[in-house]
């Protein structure tokens, strides 16, 4: 079994993830060094700190989560400074997201299917292509299912991932039948010993009822051929589209069953606070973050590494 929390640590990583959410943190985070110095603790800096975690895109309900333990814990006199509140709202940020940590693990299972979904524009073939670059290094042998195939650019874009990182693609013509694609993908994956195939689709608005009927019946067609296929169903949302990811997320989970998120474009975003928002509303594992443009920009999701990141002054 492949898993992407083997990787260890490296030290300083907190502080170099901090570089790379230096415009959601500042958003998110960064004005919480000037609320919070020389004040008192009392209603007005609460009340400024729902304002700002609001504005951020936390959503309404973190933020009342948030303010009202906060509340709690100054009326208990549990706090008695801006620092100890600082060290409170850390905990709290904390306890919401690290039920969602939870890495991508590659079983046994061979080929090991990873269908990938999400709306135009997410990023979802770029985080494909650096997630078979990742697989492909750990020692994984990879084949891509170019499966949006109502948008030519994104089979090429896919076919252009395949050849620089030398992995089998399977693709049709444009405007074929994606849940044929998928079946070809898993069909050659079998024929051919490959550990992991990671499927595309298509991309057009969660609204559409096409989509979402799409999707059902590429899962159908890969189980009349493998029972547990796909093992992974992975949507990727766009972190800086704030309430429109949540809306998202909960479209496709209802439909499709959604297994694990990617949060993409983090280091592009200052209103990157809705990853607290779905992670207290849904509570799927978030399996990876984006942070940059290179593969390695494709990060595991760790709790800790990300709240200090947020929190780096």
Known sequence: MFSFK???????????LAEKLTRTRGGLFGGLINLFQ??????????DLEAHLLTADVGVEVTTAVITALRQSVDARRVSDTDAVRAELRR????????????????????FVILVTGVNGVGKTTTIGKLAQQLKQGGQS??????????????EQLAQWAARLDVPLVRQGDGADAASVAFDGLQA??????????????????????LMAELQ???RVLGKLDADAPQETLLVVDGGTGQN????????????????????????????????ALAHRFGIPVRFIGVGESAGDLQPFDAQTFVD???AE
């Open 189 to 210: 994956a079998k024929a051919r010993g490959i550990d992991v195939l990671i499927a595309d689709t298509a991309g057009r608005l969660h609204t559409q009822d096409g």
């Open 38 to 47: 020389g004040r008192a603790i009392d209603e007005d800096l609460l009340e």
């Open 309 to 311: 990141a947020l929190l």
């Open 217 to 219: 019946k590429i899962k």
């Open 92 to 111: 709290i940020l904390l306890d919401i997201l690290a039920p969602c940590e939870a890495p991508l693990e590659i079983t046994d299972a061979r080929p």
């Open 245 to 276: 990811a949540v809306s998202q997320t909960q479209q496709f989970h209802a439909q499709v069953g959604i297994t694990g998120l990617v949060v993409t474009k983090l280091d592009g975003t200052a209103k990157g606070g809705v990853l607290f």
């Open 142 to 155: 990879v084949l891509l299912a170019a499966g949006d195939t109502f948008r030519a650019a994104a089979v």
């Open 6 to 16: 083997r990787r260890k640590k490296v030290p300083g990583a907190a502080p170099a």
